[in-house]
């Protein structure tokens, strides 16, 4: 009972193939194109793992995609695979058209041919489970309630309206072509393996390396935040019980301003490696704020509850707790992703323009 997960060398795919070893145990195809998001080191504690099998290659091929669609049979395809920065999606958009829409188009070709051919038992628990974001909801007013799976589609990036395109494409897919598919909509995730252009990761190796911590803006947006196991284990429960055709909003309870964000991570590093020059927060910078920038997301999760039982298990607390320790023991990870690529990155994000 393989699956074939795409995107599993990135920060959420990554943490969900870790956790689908550790919790279910079946076989692991894991697609990847190892981008600069992509990274090999995420899996190294599945070196030697007959469980899991490592596949470079694009989610835009489709000879590959029916070859290992063919080859190994799989019982469900996990789609993670995508271009997910939305400051790199305001810069260059092409590559997020490229991969979020047609690479889920490829795949979803992919996908209707092979499950097809299948007979019984076999194409009746075929399963096509989409991962996609809060993002596609737009943004909302600060006392508005949180996003339901009926709010309108309204994305105001590049990023967002990517996702969103590939959710329709999704979702015609089922009502068209009868394919069995879920898809989940989630918040923003923080945890092991994050990829330190976003917030979070950002924040905590910018302060260790005494550099400012840049807050767009006001500092005031808010996000609604997840621990990424806790969206390994709701992806895990849509995959065995969601409903066909279904979405499911996925999210943490969780929302905060991004200047809490940054005064909690500065509070955590002072209790944990405290610095001799004073508090992280010194190292606070207001700069020019994102394009286009929405102002609040939040995740109503009631529905994957009630029909699911799917709760998060970390609180925000426990969670970034969790983080900042894990980004404190794996300095050589960090130091390994700050490649030449990415500090050519932090130099066009954060170079002179972009301060206030
Ligand atoms: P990421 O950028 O860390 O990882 C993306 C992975 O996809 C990388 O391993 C990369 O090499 C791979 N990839 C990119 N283009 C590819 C291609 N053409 N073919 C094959 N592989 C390719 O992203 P993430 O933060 O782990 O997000 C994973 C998914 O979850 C995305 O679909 C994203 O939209 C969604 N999501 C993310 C968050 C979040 O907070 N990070 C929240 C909700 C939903
Ligand atoms: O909501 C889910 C989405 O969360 C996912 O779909 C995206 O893939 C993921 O990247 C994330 O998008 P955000 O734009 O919310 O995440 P990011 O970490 O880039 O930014 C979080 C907030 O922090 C946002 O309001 C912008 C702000 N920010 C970000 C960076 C990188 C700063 O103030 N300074 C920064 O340097």
């Known amino acids: 009972m393989t699956i074939l997960v795409t995107g599993g060398a990135g920060f959420i795919g990554s943490n969900f193939v870790l956790d689908w070893v550790e919790q279910v145990g079946e076989p692991v195809v894991n697609l990847d194109a190892l981008t600069y998001a992509g990274n090999r080191a995420n899996l190294a504690a599945l070196a030697g793992d007959a469980r899991h099998t490592f596949v470079h290659g694009d989610i835009c091929d489709r000879a590959l995609v029916d ?188 929302e905060k301003t991004n200047l809490e964000i940054v005064h909690t991570v500065c509070d955590l590093l002072d209790e944990l490696k405290p610095d001799a020059a004073g508090s992280y927060r010194r190292l606070i910078t207001y700069v020019k704020d994102r394009p286009g920038h929405d102002r609040r997301y939040a995740i109503d999760a009631r529905k994957v509850e009630r029909e699911l039982g799917w709760r998060p298990a970390e609180t925000f607390d426990t969670g970034i707790r969790k983080t900042v320790r894990w980004y404190l023991d794996h300095t050589d990870w960090v130091q390994q992703v700050q490649s030449g690529a990415y500090r050519d990155w932090v130099s066009q994000q954060y170079g002179a323009e972009r301060r206030a």
């Open 67 to 254: 070859r290992l669609l063919a080859e190994h049979r799989p019982r469900a395809i996990v789609h993670f695979a995508a271009e997910s920065h939305v400051d790199r999606s305001i810069s260059g958009p092409a590559e997020f058209m490229r991969t979020n829409v047609t690479g889920t188009f490829t795949l979803l070709e992919g996908a209707r041919a092979h499950w097809g051919g299948l007979q019984g038992a076999e194409r009746e628990a075929f399963r096509f489970h989409h991962v996609s974001t809060d993002e596609v909801y737009g943004s909302l007013a600060p006392d508005a309630p949180a996003f339901t799976e009926d709010h309108p589609y309204e994305p105001n990036s590049p990023y967002s309206a990517s996702k969103a395109a590939s959710d329709h494409l999704v979702r015609a897919w089922h009502h068209t072509y009868g394919l069995p598919v879920v898809t989940t909509n989630c918040s923003n995730n923080y945890g092991p393996f994050h990829f330190p252009e976003k917030l979070i990761p950002l924040m905590i190796v910018n302060a260790l390396a005494g550099k400012p911590l840049p807050i767009y803006g006001d500092g005031q947006n808010v996000r609604d935040w997840l621990y990424v196991r806790d969206h390994c284990s709701g992806i895990r429960a849509v995959l065995a019980g969601g409903r066909l055709g279904e979405t499911y909003n996925i999210g943490g309870w969780n």
